[in-house]
């Protein structure tokens, strides 16, 4: 910890060719990148990795692994074997030699441009470290591991650790493949551990808070995609910058979150990270990508992790994960119907989920007769029974027209075809806030029935957890401002 004055941002580039490399350098640049890593194992010329060094327009990192070669198992018999013999047997390396010997030339080249940082892959080349140790000028040596899938306990990652550290290195890098996003967490413990500035990155989908949230836990630097490409694990540089400002997350940043999966479309980040800006509150709310919501909430139940939004599909596993439950959460039926618009009419909603059911708890209390449509017609039956309602098999659907102005919410997962009857209904809602204007939407306002967003119910939510978050009062001209500008 406390290595960085500055978090650096690095744009990872892998590009087949010279020219594509010297091309997204520049557009590293134009991102904002602090630096680049050249990933120089595809460039197959010695000569274009010396052309694209020259050309370099932003300080580098040059790379060159082999990696995925040594299982988290193996390289924990040879730290059992003493932590500072970390030379490793040639057998264990399943790298063909040319590739060895081009990694080789690719460093030593490397250190002769005296290119910033040059990083060594510790099972590929750990018997160059003391040569270009000595032959460095100002380059400053990045020794990096990469750990397959496995189980990643805080020890063992603090071994290994360790190990890197001996080395004498500058600078370590520990890449971990995750299968799961608690498989982070020995990650951030490593890099609180650290006597060297680290450098962390959790390869894949479920890997993405490694660099959303290192800079909370020390990382000295975070890696990001071109383009607003989406890598698995990787922010965009731009989203890093613009969105994140990673720059200002520190010890102190609490951490917030949509845990859902899939998360990648929640605009939830869009929202409430500026809105913790706009209050001046040290907060960062990102994609958690759970697959198991109580092992998650298990795992980081540290008071850091502050408050989540919960989506698709643990809503309501995570009720039964809380320790109070507010009564309008729980079945509470018990409400007494007041004077709503919704009062006596028949409420058609689709989808049996979690925000199925809390609509259909919602309408009921409003006075409203719920009747749902559920693939599965079994869980749609279940909750008919828990609000007085009626469930129908989903193949009537289409042709359910029993009386006029009633209501239709649309709360299925995957969306839903307008049906022929949209006109016997008085207004139509769609849960789905992407795309905002929906096909069900625009049949039912093109036949001039009155429509609800999805983004409306977003809103509201967000307005709610936000207020929730921060224990104070969501800036809600401030927020609507945002989804309008961004969504
Ligand atoms: O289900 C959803 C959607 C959401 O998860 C999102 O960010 O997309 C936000 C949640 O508040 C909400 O309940």
Not at 139 to 148: A, R
Not at 432 to 452: F, I, K, S
Request: proline share 4%.
């Amino acid at each position: 910890m406390g290595f960085r004055e500055k978090l650096l941002v690095c744009a990872t580039i892998e590009s087949e060719t010279k020219e594509e490399m010297v091309k997204s350098m520049e557009i590293a640049k134009e991102e904002g990148a602090d630096l680049v890593e050249l990933c120089m194992e595809s460039i197959s010329h010695i000569s274009d990795v010396e052309l694209v060094l020259k050309q370099r327009t932003l300080p580098a990192i040059v790379s060159f692994s082999k990696t995925k070669i040594v299982v988290l198992h193996d390289f924990m018999l040879m730290v059992g074997s003493s932590v500072h013999n970390f030379r490793l047997n040639s057998q264990k390396i399943s790298c063909k030699g040319d590739s060895k010997h081009k990694c080789l030339q690719v460093l030593r080249l490397a250190v002769e441009l005296d290119v910033e940082f040059v990083e060594i892959d510790f099972e590929l080349a750990s018997d160059m470290i003391n040569e270009v140790m000595q032959k460095r000028e100002n380059s400053k040596i990045i020794v990096s591991s990469y750990v397959k899938c496995g189980i990643h306990s805080k020890e063992k990652l603090g071994n290994l650790l360790i190990c890197l550290q001996s080395t004498g290195a500058d600078i370590v890098k520990l890449v971990t493949e995750v299968a799961y996003i608690t498989d982070v967490a020995p990650v951030f413990h490593v890099l609180t551990l650290s006597q060297v500035p680290v450098i962390v990155r959790a390869v894949g989908d479920r890997g993405l808070i490694s660099q959303l949230l290192g800079p909370k836990y020390g990382a000295f630097m975070v890696s990001g995609s071109l383009g607003g490409k989406s890598i698995p694990g990787l922010p965009p540089l731009l989203s890093i910058k613009n969105i994140y400002k990673l720059d200002n997350v520190d010890v102190d940043t609490k951490v917030f979150g949509v845990v859902s999966n899939p998360v990648g479309h929640s605009k939830g980040p869009l929202l409430h990270n500026p809105a913790f800006r706009f209050c001046g509150y040290n907060g960062i709310y990102v994609p958690l990508l759970v697959d198991n919501i109580k092992e998650f909430l298990r795992v980081f139940s540290c008071s850091d992790f502050a408050g989540f939004s919960i989506g698709l599909p643990h809503k309501e596993a995570a009720v039964a994960c809380c320790d109070e439950v507010d009564p309008l959460a729980k079945i509470s039926n018990g409400e007494e119907p007041n004077v709503s618009p919704i009062a006596g009419r028949l409420f058609v909603l689709v989808g049996a989920g979690g925000a199925g059911r809390a609509l259909a708890f919602g309408a009921k209390s409003k006075g409203a007769r719920v009747v749902i449509f559920n693939r599965n017609f079994g869980r749609g039956e279940s909750l008919a029974q828990a609000v007085s309602g009626e469930a129908l098999p989903i193949d009537h659907l289409d042709a359910f027209c029993p009386e006029n102005g009633m209501i239709l919410a649309n709360c299925s997962a995957i969306g839903m075809e307008p049906d022929e009857n949209l006109r016997s209904y008085d207004l139509v809602f769609d849960a789905v806030y992407t795309p905002r204007n929906t096909r069900l939407l625009q049949e039912a306002v093109e036949v001039g029935v009155t429509v609800v967003s999805g983004v409306e119910m977003f809103i509201r939510q967000a307005l709610g957890q936000f207020k929730l978050f921060t224990n104070g009062l969501a800036p809600e001209d401030f927020m609507r401002k945002v989804v309008l500008e961004q969504f």
